[in-house]
């Protein structure tokens, strides 16, 4: 397989593209963008040009979504996806395909957290977790690849979690699925990156952010939501603030366009400075 053009195809490359907006002609697909920072990713995306495939489990929402973007005079369609399924993932390719002409961009943001230690995660728990926060990755990227790469090239952005540079007492399966996913990630890259296809992988690993995934976990929280919130912040949040979807999803925003030209099988670490410490 011949090796990319090296430094001089890339200098070629943005010196030929000047683009308006930093993803004009790209082609996304957005997992679990039906809130939270994957909503917030598709718009982003859609409103730098990208046509997104806007996927969730969440039918209702995801049209929502898909249908505010389109009214902002961007390019987004909706499609139900459960990342664990094989052949729910070649459908949504396919469509991206079909509907918008290839594939240039897969965020893989679809995840679930269920607060457990390693003596009470039960065996359907565990599963559970690993698969849809890492074994629907890994099925995305297989069937994503060849149509990036014969799309011409591009990226694939990881959300994993400021969880998998550490170890974390009550998030047992979560934080094994997300330090899988930025091994996942290196291996992936790597690949990618030795057999001369032109496509990134990497992850963003992002400390609390206010999204529904984080709501649930304050309003579990003996005290009140306002009170966790706080605790959150002053034990884990130096800058003094949770993150905004917002926040991540400029940091996909820059991992996606061709301004990342030379990252790839590395994390972007958007926490507030937590992991810092
Ligand atoms: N919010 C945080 O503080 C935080 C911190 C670190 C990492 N993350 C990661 O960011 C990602 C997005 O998190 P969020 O906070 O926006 O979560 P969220 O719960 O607000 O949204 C997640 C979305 O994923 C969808 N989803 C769940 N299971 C799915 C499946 N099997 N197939 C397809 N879609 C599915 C849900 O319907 C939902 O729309 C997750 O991977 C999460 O682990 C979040």
């Keep these: 397989m011949p090796r990319a053009s090296g430094r001089a195809g890339r200098a070629s490359r943005r010196r030929t593209s000047s683009p308006a907006r930093r993803l004009d002609g790209k082609i996304a697909i957005v997992t679990g963008a039906a ?3 994957g909503a917030a990713t598709s718009r982003l995306l859609a409103r730098e040009g990208a046509a997104v495939l806007v996927t969730d489990l969440n039918v209702a929402k995801g049209r929502a979504v898909a249908q505010a973007i389109r009214k902002e005079g961007a390019r987004a369609l909706f ?8 052949a729910g993932w070649k459908r949504v390719i396919a469509r991206a395909i079909e509907r918008f002409g290839g594939l240039h961009i897969l ?17 359907a728990d565990w599963r559970r977790v690993i ?9 995305g990227m297989k069937h994503a690849i060849p149509v990036i790469r014969s799309s011409g090239g591009g990226s694939i952005v990881n959300i994993a979690s400021s969880l998998a540079l ?16 930025r091994g996942l990630t290196r291996s992936a890259a790597l690949y990618c990156a030795k057999q001369g296809y032109r496509i990134r992988v990497n992850t963003i690993c992002p400390g609390a952010v206010e999204t529904p995934l984080l709501e649930r976990q304050l309003k579990r929280h003996p005290k009140g939501r306002e009170a966790a919130l706080k605790e959150i912040i002053a034990a884990e949040i130096p800058i003094g603030y949770a993150g905004q979807p917002d926040d991540i999803a400029h940091g996909v925003l820059y991992l996606a366009c061709d301004e990342s030209d030379f990252a ?7 926490d ?3 992991r810092a410490e």
């Design 35 to 37: 809130q939270g920072i």
């Design 79 to 86: 499609q139900k996806l459960d990342v664990v399924s094989e």
């Design 107 to 123: 965020v893989n943001n679809a995840g679930v957290a269920i607060p457990n230690n390693i003596e009470t995660t039960s065996r």
């Design 131 to 139: 698969a849809i926060n890492l074994e629907g990755p890994f099925l």
């Design 166 to 181: 550490v170890g974390a007492t009550g998030s047992t399966a979560y934080c094994a699925s997300k330090w899988g996913l």
């Design 264 to 270: 790839t099988g590395t994390d972007l670490v958007i």
């Design 272 to 274: 507030g400075g937590h």
